[in-house]
């Protein structure tokens, strides 16, 4: 077969595929299943977390029925694109980047990241709750120069092939040796046990790790960054084309705003209102 013939049949397959949960209202919905309290999977193999509730809460209000697999961060949107499911929610944020190669539903959540820091340590004195956007270049520049001299030499775990590794890459670089992990679980372990100095991510899912046992020494420090090079917020992934899909999610999300949906799970899951606009 020609290459051209190929790219037709792969086409093909592709809009047959895209087209079969329209006609049978029923969807697949992506997660990690790894990443608690958004998404995780439970000792009885069961996938649960605030995202996977707010999948079936989503589906409800889109009257489709919908089926919720776990997969690999690595594979997601590659598998997305290969038409093996149709939604990815696994607090994947919405960048410039991704969007070169999916959609996006409008966020449903916002989610500042910050460090995870022995107490005792230099670094972990800075304890804030103030938030911090990208987009004000001027603050953000200070509140990094703030932090640089304390992580200066220092290891940070954090999950690969992530924008919370973009961060750390693009704003403290060679400051930082940066090591990344396939899973979250992998870089607590590494932290509680001192492999790494720091840990960088999500604050609702550090809050969420520091609750374990063999973390009563460690605290959330430094400022919460978003926005920026972190993107729009946290959305639901889709292919390229699937409008249709894009759209239905979009007025569910709307909704489970508007009836405060979102703000009852969020505090539910990860302790704080992770609403948009909140």
Not at 154 to 167: H, N, R, W
Not at 216 to 223: L, N, R, T, Y
Request: glycine share 8%.
């Amino acid at each position: 077969m020609t290459k051209s013939l190929k790219l037709i049949a792969t086409l093909l397959a592709l809009s047959v595929y895209q087209g079969a949960h329209a006609a049978s209202n029923a969807i697949t919905i992506a997660t990690e299943g790894a990443y608690a309290p958004w998404n995780f999977t439970t000792s009885e193999d069961q996938l649960d977390g605030l995202e996977v509730d707010l999948a079936k809460v989503l589906c409800k209000k889109m009257a489709m029925d919908c089926t919720i697999v776990a997969q690999d961060w690595s594979g997601l949107i590659p598998a997305l694109n290969a038409g093996k499911f149709d939604v990815i929610m696994a607090s994947m944020f919405i960048t410039d980047k991704r969007l070169e190669v999916m959609n996006f539903s409008q966020p449903y959540a916002i989610d500042p990241s910050s460090f995870a820091v022995e107490k005792d340590s230099e670094l972990g004195k800075l304890i804030s709750s103030e938030k911090i956007s990208l987009n004000n270049p001027e603050k953000a520049k200070a509140a990094i120069e703030k932090l640089r001299p304390l992580l200066k030499g220092k290891i940070v775990g954090v999950q690969t092939a992530t924008t919370l590794y973009e961060f750390l890459k693009t704003y403290f670089g060679d400051d930082i040796e940066i090591r990344t992990y396939k899973t979250t679980e992998q870089q607590d372990l590494d932290l509680a046990a001192g492999r790494v100095d720091a840990i960088y991510g999500q604050r609702t899912a550090l809050a969420a790790t520091l609750k374990n046992d063999g973390f009563q020494d460690f605290v959330i420090a430094g400022p919460g960054f978003y926005e920026g090079l972190f993107g729009r917020g946290v959305g639901a992934g889709v292919r390229k084309g699937d409008d249709e899909l894009r759209e239905k999610l979009n007025k569910a999300i709307q909704s489970a705003i508007a009836d405060g949906t979102i703000k009852q799970l969020s505090e539910k899951w990860v302790g704080v209102d992770v609403t948009p606009g909140n």
